[in-house]
T-cell receptor, first 113, second 119 residues
């Protein structure tokens, strides 16, 4: 089985540009999570979906960040406009039901110059 | 509030030494889950173990063992006879259920402990 697939693996962009990160969860998983990892703050939950519906977006840092899940097999995290402080590794994760372990993607390394 | 503390930022050992990674958590919930994840240099996050709050039995898996003690809110991880391949960042995490947020659940991670095993 393919795991959680994220694209791109690396993204380098200039401040002010729009950035879109993509995620394909494991088939059959009802929950999808977006995490951000930085040296200073560690792993932070940004938002999570259950059956394509956003459940908790309290971790989304500001209005520049938005996430969508148009169907069960695809989600995007968009930053517009991007800023240097958004530089981090962004992980997508999915799981089949509550309290099961999370399966993580390989992450997207974002660098905003 | 839910919180996970991994007080050890970095640990360095020599191969074959035993090493214990500490994890202390805070929650008011009586039902919760604890996890350990490994992040090797390649960057992916690998699941190691999940424990629910009602099961305090310690667990051993090969060279890995976990000591869960509710009395001290700790869930420590020990690697016996460490190997170079164990070098990674290890994260402890806590999952709780927040019914007031429509059943929101969050997996809260500690800051991680970077383990370096030298040959």
């Amino acid at each position: 089985d393919a795991g959680v697939i994220q694209s791109p693996r690396h993204e380098v962009t200039e401040m002010g540009q729009e950035v879109t990160l993509r995620c394909k969860p494991i088939s059959g998983h009802d929950y999808l999570f977006w995490y951000r990892q930085t040296m200073m703050r560690g792993l932070e939950l940004l938002i999570y979906f259950n059956n394509n519906v956003p459940i908790d977006d309290s971790g989304m840092p500001e209005d520049r960040f938005s996430a969508k899940m148009p169907n069960a097999s695809f989600s995007t995290l968009k930053i517009q406009p991007s800023e240097p402080r958004d530089s981090a590794v962004y992980f997508c994760a999915s799981r089949p039901n509550k309290r099961e372990k999370l399966f993580f993607g390989s992450g997207t390394q974002l660098s905003v110059l | 509030a839910q919180k996970v503390t991994q007080a050890q930022t970095e640990i360095s050992v020599v191969e074959k030494e035993d090493v214990t990674l500490d994890c202390v958590y805070e929650t008011r919930d009586t039902t919760y889950y604890l996890f350990w994840y490994k992040q090797p240099p390649s960057g992916e996050l690998v699941f190691l173990i999940r424990r629910n709050s009602f099961d305090e039995q310690n667990e051993i898996s090969g060279r890995y063992s976990w000591n869960f003690q509710k009395s001290t809110s700790s869930f420590n991880f020990t690697i016996t006879a460490s190997q170079v391949v164990d070098s990674a960042v290890y994260f402890c995490a806590l999952s709780t259920f927040i019914p007031t947020q429509g059943g929101s659940e969050k997996l809260v991670f500690g800051k991680g402990t970077k383990l370096t095993v030298n040959p």
